[in-house]
């Protein structure tokens, strides 16, 4: 796999200028996401209305291009989605992730797959994956989502 | 099996040169993602030469029994080689005696074997522990583990933005201290610490000092009397030998007060269930059947690094790191981190607007390992107001080609992140 199609345009765009980059004051949901290993870490805000419909979401912190573009493009895509609809686009996330893709999820993750990538570099996944757990962390109630230990964001697998 | 022998008499006659010195690392023969390997991540592990290899393949085809045991003449072989690895580290940091080196699996455990042995009995309440700014972790948390169970207080001693330790107040915070601990060499910055002046300085007010020497022993010629610290720890892995084996050096003194870091067989002279002696030194330290393979291979790769000679070793490495300095600096965009006068060969660098894991990535697609992180070293990042550093660090196996795959590579991620 060549550089350029690990860090596509897209992602280095999203990089240089994430979307929905700061601190959300009227978020009912908040976590961080990090990675020890690496120092990555992600706080992820949400506001999610009586209906569980996700009205905003924004996320603020430090780490890589993949990580980063992966929360910014997160953002984009889960605003005005349900908490239900968020957890099947983390499940197909994670399938890309791990190339275990099933039918239908390709077209649920649409723009995500710019992603698809990544699986070819295992010591990345973590990265792409750390903030979208974040959001599952927050969406479920939960403070914290962490690549290692008792948050591993593998752990029940 | 003498290598030594073999080895130095090969080195007197002629020395050889620096491409036939990396051609005795197997390792470095291959490709990595169809480029040839250039690996510049020794400050994590170094790799072993064939010497290395054969010598624990012999080990393990002709000489295996468990040590300091058996009548039978494989133990015999095995705890004579063990016996005799013991004796290269005596001889190789010119400790006094042989019996003040306790072998550990590492400097991780070197350093805890002393928070034990030493800080549970010599550190107490409102005793205060100095420690470095620039450590690494493994020389900071068991000393917080050990201030928090005995309510001592930490000190830490500053350093500048070059990364250079600032001993001005240091005499002032000897006050109340039982230990001052500090790197030889720093891992994440490179910088070697003065401490000749730190050992003296302590001293003068009768406070002992340990040294994290596992950056520095694989780079120069480290003579512990001479440095006249009371505590030396260091690795095999990091200096071309095995993964598993460390050394602890003590003075005497302090090594036989010292309580036994763990208990079990080997380290007894009797036990009884009215009570039990403990074997003296260095046995005493050393509970349960040993790392006895690596052990050997450890005394291989000192025999190694002999017959090329650390002073040597230390020229070349010199060479490269001004090579290396050099050529990333004609780079634009580019920030050494760690610009201390007096270095040892590692490279940390940040590259404005491409973070540390992003430049590990593509220089590995490119053949180039390099450690991206805090290097096990948080608080060296957090004064410096980083999150993190791309690092090379070299070893004499190194030539100016690697450095030269590094640059391009480094031009790469340049153009893929379009700074």
Not at chain 2, 176 to 185: R, Y
Not at chain 2, 197 to 226: C, F, N, S, Y
Request: aromatic share 6%; net charge negative.
């Amino acid at each position: 796999m060549s550089m350029r199609a690990l860090y596509q345009e897209v992602i280095l765009d999203h990089n240089r200028k994430p979307r929905n980059f700061g601190a959300l004051e009227k978020a009912n949901r908040r976590a961080e996401g990090e990675n020890p290993l690496c120092g990555d870490n992600y706080t992820v805000y949400a506001l999610v209305d009586d209906q569980g419909v996700i009205e905003e979401v924004k996320f603020e912190g430090q780490g890589c291009a993949i990580s980063k573009a992966a929360a910014s493009m997160m953002t984009v895509r889960i605003k005005g989605k349900s908490i239900e609809e968020a957890q099947e686009l983390v499940q197909g996330f994670r399938h890309m992730l791990t190339g275990e893709l099933e039918g239908g999820e390709k077209e649920l993750l649409g723009h995500l797959t710019v992603f698809e990538g990544v699986a070819q570099r295992p010591e990345r996944v973590k990265c792409a994956v750390l903030p979208w757990h974040a959001l599952l962390a927050a969406l479920e109630g939960g403070e914290k989502a962490s690549t290692e230990g008792e948050h591993d964001v593998w752990h029940e697998e | 099996m003498e290598f030594s022998a073999k080895k130095r008499a090969e080195a007197a006659e002629r020395p050889r040169d620096w491409e036939e010195i990396r051609s005795d690392f197997p390792i470095l023969k291959q490709s990595v993602r169809d480029h040839p390997l250039s690996y510049l991540d020794n400050a994590a592990s170094s790799q072993m030469p064939q010497d290395v290899i054969d010598r624990l393949v012999w080990y393990h085809s002709g000489e295996h029994s468990n040590v300091h045991r058996g009548v039978h003449t494989l133990s015999q072989r095995a705890t004579r080689a063990y016996d005799q690895a013991r004796e290269k580290v005596a001889r190789f940091i010119n400790a006094s005696e042989t019996k003040e080196c306790i072998f550990t699996s590492g400097t991780t455990e070197s350093i805890n074997l002393v928070a034990h042995g030493f800080g549970r009995l010599f550190i107490g309440e409102g005793d205060r522990i100095v420690i470095s700014a620039m450590e690494h972790h493994s020389n900071i948390v068991p000393w917080q583990i050990l201030a928090d169970e005995k309510g001592a207080e930490i000190s830490v001693i500053p350093m500048s933005d070059r990364g250079e330790l600032i001993l001005d107040d240091f005499d002032e915070m000897l006050e109340g201290a039982k230990l001052v601990c500090v790197n030889h060499v720093s891992n994440a910055l490179g910088t070697v610490n003065p401490i000749e002046e730190i050992v003296d300085r302590a001293h003068k007010k009768g406070v002992p000092v340990l040294v994290d020497g596992a950056q520095a022993i694989p780079h120069m010629a480290v003579d512990v009397q001479e440095l006249g610290c009371d505590f030396y720890a260091f690795s095999g892995h990091k200096m071309c030998g095995p993964t598993g084996i460390g050394v602890l050096w003590g003075r005497k003194e302090w090594l036989e007060k010292m309580q036994p870091y763990q208990g079990g067989g080997d380290m007894i002279l009797s036990v009884t269930w009215e009570g039990t002696t403990y074997s003296d030194l260095p046995f005493k330290f050393e509970a349960g059947t040993p790392s006895i393979a690596a052990a050997i291979g450890l005394g291989a790769a000192i025999d190694y690094l002999e017959s090329i000679g650390m002073d040597r070793i230390a020229r070349r490495e010199a060479e490269l790191l001004a090579y290396g300095t050099d050529r990333l600096q004609e780079l634009g965009g580019i920030r050494i981190v760690g610009e201390a006068a007096d270095k040892a060969s590692v490279i940390s660098f940040v590259v404005d607007g491409v973070h540390p894991h992003d430049i590990g990535t593509i220089l590995d697609d490119e053949g180039v390992a390099v450690r991206a992180g805090h290097h096990c070293a948080q608080p060296v990042m957090d004064r410096l107001q980083i999150p993190a550093t791309a690092r090379a660090s070299l070893a004499f196996y190194n030539q100016e080609i690697d450095i030269d795959r590094l640059v391009a590579g480094l031009y790469s991620v340049k153009e893929i992140f379009g700074v």
